[in-house]
């Protein structure tokens, strides 16, 4: 399942697709939700969200 970043506050959430009216459920702003998915062994920092590629 991918890994969203909100665009305006960086709240990390995994699901299957963003949310369909584009409100971020940190911030509660409306924004672009932009996929982190990572999907090599460099994105594992051991912070939990290890297919989160934080370069992003």
């Known amino acids: 399942m991918p890994w969203w970043k909100c665009e ?3 709240y990390t959430f995994q ?3 963003p949310p369909d009216d ?3 459920p940190s911030c ?3 924004c672009t939700f932009k996929d982190v998915t990572c999907y090599i062994p460099e994105c ?7 297919h989160v590629d934080h370069r992003l």
């Open 8 to 10: 305006k506050c960086g």
């Open 22 to 24: 584009s409100r971020c």
């Open 44 to 50: 594992d920092l051991g912070d939990g969200k290890e």
């Open 28 to 30: 509660q702003e409306t």
């Open 15 to 17: 699901a299957a697709v």
